[in-house]
């Protein structure tokens, strides 16, 4: 029995809803001290997210950037690197999309991919780069990720200020040009069919006519499964665990470590890529704007990571988590006055109890190995 | 040209005086062996405590105490993650840089009626040398906040504590080989203790003086990447302490190249400029530096009598 | 034996549990004051374990401790060394980056005010224990710029600064050379003088012989026996050592030499430090023989290996395997061209930790057609391949296919890696010191393997610092020193003798003669 009790202590599962609980608990006490009432806020919290269909799909629609990030910083440290420059590289991807999707007007069948493919690239030689400088001259990743995040920060600022893109009287570009929109339905929606046709379905106008309805979610778990088979089905993604867990077991192996920290980088930008590429073809207002400071979606793919313990598949999850706790965070504030920022605490601690329940299984391990030895004797 | 050399030189200096400081708290925190990615967060948390106790007190040195004193208490729950529990200190770091400013905001918005802003503190800290002193003189565009001398004072106290003194022997062999310092008879969780929880303090007295000697209040970007910047200065300094304060001076040196270029008549584009010192980062790193070799232990939790 | 002011130390009925392994079980120890007693077991059988809860690094889940007949709690090093107890471990403690004297004063530093440092006074009292027991240390070098032999007298001086009256020295030959062990010994001999007493822990029957005059022997965890050196040969206590008879030389047909397979040819090599490491070194290596390669440890071997798989830089000269150049060609392409290596450091270089068994036994294959399909991983043919090699070479836990390797013991361990680099089908096999750790039967198990592919025509090049497992394995030995080969014996003109003093910097013409 306790054996049992113990194996399911021991799953990473359960270690996370763990760290998932303990980091409510703390925030809920925040709550209480600060003079809120706690059950009040978790039901402003859950009707934020599940009351109305348009918010369920928002929650989706807004994971899906924090996901793709998540598994680029994912896919980095199963190989042993650590890309905290995935904000950058979701950066220069938006910059990147913009501009094409600007310049450009194609066919969307052409227009689209395009426009994402050219934000992945942006993402991925960013990456690239970093993986260039750490395995040709050493220099340590975190350190030129955190340059090239503020590189990338003012590139996107001085973009924004090019007169051949910049739109009078905003602080951001044109949006691209429609025929790079990955929204679904965009055009129907607001034809006088469209409008007739949802006026009768009011749940399906909810989340049609009052989001950005699109696949890229789809999209994006479709990518997490990929990311999953390249890590543990192909040579290469085995090599990449190896010179992970132990380079020098790898070089020795015969394994190009260092050309594996490039290529990791790249594709881990590319996963940023994607992220800020599907940021601009698929949420309005399709463009890039002046940032005064980072908007984090990088960064929070750190938090989806960590908070997936770096599986793939589990960057999915944690990143809807994730996306629901930003999302009702909003409405915390806008209807009960506590801070939302609240959020930002609690997915802190969360992270912070993920760092402390990691050792759970050794602790259950240490456990069962003395009740072992007591029933030797 | 002798004045805009000496507003550079002003500004160059008080830029970097957080910097520097939160440099030495990375510094003494990786030398005994626990990386301190958290830094960003403990300054966040320094400079919100110093607003608002420089507010609410209206002395702004009390102020500054608070803010080191939040900082620490900030790494005290990085030391209690990293040390006692072996967590991943990276994970825990990040996670102090999601609380930090979280914890900030939330507190600003509770002392201060629900602004991510608070109120302007009364005094800010002092010049040591300003017009006051130097009118009449071709000086008179001079100024050196105290924030500077204290932490040209902390960045010689690191360099003297680490190598001069017995504590500095012991912290730097901790980051080396710590199992050794054990059999010696030191406890090597006690003293990373101690370097975690003074680093904190440092960090937060960086985040203290931004908001009580550069601007006059806490808002929610004025820790916004400073934490980085320290930590990407240690490790441009090779986890030495003059090391990480030069660099600490070139990113306020270019700070000051903004300020003064920026609202100029050439036309470069201030954003261009903006992202001179990161390029020029890089390009040192390139050029100079090349393979930097952390503290061998750094960031491998200690298990004693692990076999 | 009672309790009594003439013993050092004495341990009662100490017994040790990690996890749900009894390291102890109930285990005495009893050692007279000023004389030096030798600890005697395998690999894994407990003495530094043991030893290790004498210098407070762990404590006993039961048993006392008493020195000079009073019950001491000593529970962490620190009371160890007030107690007077000093440890030298088996891997040293010390700091690579820090000078001598900063070692050696590190933790008991002598300070003026506001703990700056001042090593004035510490420096005097070092050179007097360094003149009184015939050491000489450089106290200005930094330790990674020193030979090992000085480091271990840096660690007996660090010891000894600290007023230590009882010197635990971990497996102190194990990495030193004939000259060395007997200057050690001589230390030792002077130490006695002066009335200190030296627990040695050792599992080299010879050494016992000449230093010790009583020895407790421990196996498995348990106590076995406290004997008087003297009254017993080397093989009785073997025997005790390992509960079972057991041979003491490795049995071996003469070798049958045939073709060149591998040659290197003016091999110079540089190290991370600019300094030459590898200097116009040759070798000649023949089908169907073991070539093993002596010396002390820092004498080129590292750098010397590195090159040879591609992972450094070869400055200049030629290495040739099959008649095919391969210097500074990248590792990948080394190790198809029939080359396999048993690195020294498994956790390290030769082993995932955190990867199953499985995905380990493919580290050095996985790229062959038979486990990779188009870029893919054939998992079915990993785990069959797997199998064969838990069952060929004898793996435990049986079945172990999915755990951790990390949960294996260490000679598990070492067989699944031997295993798979056997199973590469070599044309030539280099072992690094391929039974550090090991105990007595996997030891022998491993000397066998390494025999039986000589027989099967392959190359060995066996690198070692065991001059004893060199002596008793190779049909060849060169000497390494300094970079350069100084000296290459048959095996039967090989002695301890002419090999350790070239090991020590001696010339070829007088160890010819020796």
Known sequence: MTRKIAKLLKTPFFCTAMAIFFGSMVACGILLLTGYSASESLAVMFN?????????????????????????????????????????QYIVSTIASTITGILFDFHPIIQIPLVILSGMLAGGVLGGLVGILKSKFGIHEVLTSIMFNWIALYLCNFVVNIERFHKQDSDGTYSINPSGFTLLLNDWKFSEEGRNFLKDNPILSDIILKTDFNLNFLIAVLIAFIVWVIIYKTKKGYEFRVSGLNPDAAQKAGINVQKNTIYTLFISGLLSGVAGAFSITGTSIHNI??????????????????????????????????????????????????????????????????????????????????????DVK | MLNNILIAISITLMYSAPLALAAMGGVISERSGIINIGIEGMMSIGALAGAAVGYFSGNAWLGLICAGIAGGLMALLHAIASITFKADQTVSGIAINLIGPGVAIFLSRYFFDGAA?????????????????????????????????????????????????????????????????????????????????????????????????IISQFTPTAISGQGFIALAAVIFGKWRPFGAYVACLLFGFSQALVVMLGGGTLSVPSSILAMIPYILTILVLILFVGHSSAPKASGVPYEKGAR | MEISKDYAVQMRGITKIFGNFKALDNVDLDVKKGETHAILGENGAGKSTLMNILYGLY????????????????????????????????????????????????????????????????????????????????????????????????????????????????????VLTPYEVDELLEIIENLKKDGKTVIIITHKLKEIKKSSKECTIIRKGNFVDCVNVEKESEQSLAEKMVGRKVKLSVEKRPASPGDIVFEIKNLNVTCERGLESVKNLSMTLRRGEIYGLAGIEGNGQKELLEAIIGVRHVDSGKILMNGKEIQNKSTRY??????????????????????????????????????????????????????????NYDVRPIGCKNTKIRNLSGGNQQKLIIGREIANNPDLLIAVQPTRGLDVGAIEYVHKILINLRDQGKAVLLISLELDEILDLSDRIAVIYDGSIVGEFNQEKANENNVGLLMAGGKFNDAQNS
């Not at chain 1, 807004?62 to 420059?85: E, H, R």
């Not at chain 2, 503190?121 to 500077?148: R, W």
């Not at chain 2, 969780?189 to 203290?208: E, H, P, Q």
């Not at chain 3, 082993?351 to 870029?375: H, P, Q, T, W």
């Open chain 1, 48 to 88: 934020a997210v599940f009351s109305r269909p348009k918010f369920i799909l928002n929650v989706i629609l807004k994971s899906t950037p924090v996901i793709l990030t998540g598994l680029s910083v994912a896919f980095a440290f199963k190989s042993g690197l650590f890309n905290i420059g995935a904000e950058g």
């Open chain 1, 289 to 374: 704007q002046t940032l005064s400071m980072f908007e984090n979606y990088g960064f929070n793919g750190l938090s989806v990571a960590l908070i997936a313990g770096s599986s793939p598949l589990g960057c999915i999850i944690s990143g809807l988590v994730f996306s629901a706790l930003i999302y009702a965070g909003q409405s915390l504030q806008f209807k009960i006055g506590a801070p939302s920022e609240i959020v930002n605490i609690m997915i802190g601690i969360i992270v912070f109890f993920v760092a402390l329940v990691r050792i759970v299984p050794t602790l259950v391990n240490r456990f069962l190995e003395r009740e072992e030895s007591l």
């Open chain 2, 117 to 213: 802003l608070s109120l302007p503190v009364p005094v800010k800290l002092p010049k040591v040398l300003d017009q006051k002193y130097l009118q009449g003189t071709s000086f008179e565009n001079f100024s050196i906040d105290v924030t500077v001398l204290i932490a040209a004072v902390v960045v010689i106290i690191t360099w003297f504590l680490l190598y001069k003194t017995k504590w500095g022997l012991r912290i730097r062999a901790m980051g080396e080989h710590p199992a050794a310092v054990d059999t010696l008879g030191v406890s090597v969780y006690k003293s990373r203790y101690f370097c975690v929880i003074l680093s904190g303090i440092l960090a937060g007295l960086g985040g203290g003086t931004i908001t009580l000697a």
């Open chain 3, 59 to 174: 404590e006993a889940d039961a048993g006392e401790i008493y020195l000079n007949g009073e019950r001491m709690e000593i529970k962490n090093p620190s009371c160890a060394i007030h107690s007077g107890i000093g440890m030298v471990h088996q891997h040293f403690m010390l700091i690579d980056k820090f000078t001598v004297m900063q070692n050696i004063i590190l933790g008991n530093e002598t300070t003026d005010k506001f703990g700056i440092i001042n090593t004035r006074k510490a420096k005097k009292r070092v050179l007097e224990i360094m003149s009184r027991y015939g050491m000489k240390v450089d106290l200005k070098r930094r330790i990674r710029s020193i030979s090992v032999g000085m480091q271990q007298k840096v660690e007996i001086l660090k010891a000894l600064y600290r007023g230590a009256e009882i010197l635990i020295l971990d497996e102190p030959t194990a």
């Open chain 3, 334 to 391: 080394i190790l198809d061209s029939k080359i396999s290596v048993i690195h020294e450091d498994r956790h390290k270089d030769g082993c995932v930790l955190s990867m199953s068994v499985a995905d380990n036994a493919i580290l050095s294959k996985y790229r062959e057609r038979k486990f990779c399909i188009n870029g893919f991983l054939n998992y079915e043919e990993r785990d069959k391949f797997t199998d064969q090699l838990i069952k």
